[in-house]
């Protein structure tokens, strides 16, 4: 049972280069969630999917774009990287998008933007 | 003003001790409080969920929620090296503007054998 799975773990990129962050689950769950989490600042969320075929803005969005590929899978895409996008990347995913809120977290990605 | 705050630590304890883990919050909106753990270089997994005021507890873990002080808790009784680990609170409410989730930015807790 794997859970939450992202892809890939470590990443280090140059400024105004371009990269995707992988997100799949496979516990049938609805909704799924790309957060992000620089020290001091908790967790952020960047976007969302309350459920297949719908995306939302979360707090920080900008500098991102998001595909809901399908039910399982969940894409971040940086389109040309900042070095302030340096941060480690966090995708959830829960069953519902309200009421009982409890997210299943993946074990992250760190990105470096040099 | 963040509309959840929670010291930063770092907290350093003996083991065996008693540690109360605290945040406070702005927004009077939120109805459901949880306490996730994130071990070093791993994602946070889900400790504790409360709905409404009261106390919950589940082994060595009690979550303290105090609506009218809009202040939440977690104590953990005879503290492990084990639970050497980053806290976070975390809230949201149902309806209106809070339905997504809101986190603390997480106390870091070492327990020293």
């Known amino acids: 049972n794997a859970g939450v799975t992202q892809t890939p773990k470590f990443q280090v990129l140059k400024t105004g280069q371009s990269m995707t962050l992988q997100c799949a689950q496979d516990?049938?769950?609805?909704?799924m969630y790309w957060y992000r989490q620089d020290p001091g600042m908790g967790l952020r969320l960047i976007y969302y999917?309350?459920?297949?075929?719908?995306?939302d803005k979360g707090e920080v969005p900008n500098g991102y774009n998001v595909s809901r590929l399908n039910k399982r899978e969940f894409s971040l895409r940086l389109e040309s990287a900042a070095p302030s996008q340096t941060s480690v990347y966090f995708c959830?995913?829960?069953?519902?998008?309200?009421?009982?809120?409890?997210?299943?977290f993946g074990a992250g990605s760190r990105l470096t933007v040099l | 003003q963040k509309e959840v705050e929670q010291d930063p630590g770092p907290l350093s304890v003996p083991e065996g001790a008693i540690v109360s883990l605290n945040c406070t919050y702005s927004n009077s909106a939120f109805q459901y409080f949880m306490w996730y753990r994130q071990y070093s270089r791993k994602g946070p997994e889900l400790l504790m969920y409360?709905?409404?005021?009261g106390n919950k507890e589940d082994g060595r873990f009690t979550a303290q929620v105090d609506k009218s002080s809009k202040y939440i808790s977690l104590f953990i009784r005879d503290s492990q090296p084990s639970d050497s680990a980053t806290y976070l609170c975390a809230m949201f409410s149902s309806r209106g503007s809070a339905r997504q989730l809101t986190f603390g930015s997480g106390t870091q807790l070492t327990v020293l054998p």
């Open positions: 959830a995913s829960t069953l519902r998008s309200s009421g009982a809120n409890v997210l299943t």
């Open positions: 409360t709905y409404s005021s």
């Open positions: 516990m049938n769950h609805n909704s």
């Open positions: 999917s309350a459920s297949e075929g719908t995306t």
